[in-house]
């Protein structure tokens, strides 16, 4: 398995279920991001943790949990979601940590599409 | 604080022509600029990046991208469109961040319409 996975592809949920998404990136990197894909919308980050400590939490509603118990994995718990939630969610690796930000790229999973009924 | 703008939800050529995808940047020091395209159901792929060496930035399959800091932009173009080349394209920004990650502010995204 190389670059960024995430599981599942698709969720379906309603509103009182607890779920979580996964992803994990076979890169070696330092840093992870969750970012929101709505349709006609930006992206929009959500978090990023970098050595595995949060460092950019954008002001995203608690029923949204990220936990990131190694730099290879990242989860993202959800929990008494709303309709508008339903969305593309996206997992992004990148080397941070150490790395020169002048080359730090992004490398993205193929993403969540979640369903919140 | 950094942003940018495409200009252009939705970009239609002809297979063969010309493809031109604008972007225009908002950074309070030198920028970082980079596109990325995303496919249907799938992440975001980078295409190029800018990393204040030359200003004319050659990517994969044949796009390439000018940083023009008198303008304040970062166009994306292809000679030759391939129906391929139909995705989402989104233009992004940074201005680094010391001693840790790497946050990019994204564009909209332009959507690259092909036909035949």
């Known amino acids: 398995e190389t670059g960024v996975t995430q599981t599942p592809r698709h969720l379906v949920m309603g509103m009182t279920n607890k779920k979580s998404l996964k992803c994990e990136q076979h890169l070696g990197h330092n840093a992870m991001y969750w970012y929101k894909q709505s349709a006609k919308k930006p992206l929009e980050l959500m978090f990023v943790?970098?050595?595995?400590?949060?460092?950019e939490n954008n002001s995203v509603p608690s029923r949204f949990s990220p936990e990131c118990p190694n730099s290879s994995h990242l989860f993202l718990h959800l929990h008494t979601l709303q309709p508008e939630d339903s969305a593309l969610y996206l997992c992004a690796s990148s080397q941070g940590g150490t790395g020169e930000p002048s080359t730090d790229t992004q490398y993205f999973g193929p993403g969540t599409r979640l369903t919140v009924l | 604080a950094q942003s940018v703008t495409q200009l252009g939800s939705h970009v239609s050529v002809s297979e063969g022509a010309l493809v031109l995808l604008r972007c225009n940047y908002s950074s309070s020091v030198p920028p970082y600029l980079f596109w990325y395209v995303q496919y249907p159901n799938q992440g975001l792929q980078l295409l190029l990046k800018y990393t204040s060496a030359a200003t004319l930035v050659k990517g994969i399959n044949g796009f390439e991208a000018e940083f023009k800091k008198s303008e304040t932009s970062f166009h994306l173009t292809k000679p030759s469109a391939h129906m391929s080349d139909a995705a989402e394209y989104f233009c992004a920004v940074s201005e680094g961040v010391s001693g840790g990650s790497y946050i990019p502010t994204f564009g909209r995204g332009t959507s690259l319409i092909v036909h035949p």
């Open positions: 943790y970098s050595l595995e400590e949060r460092v």
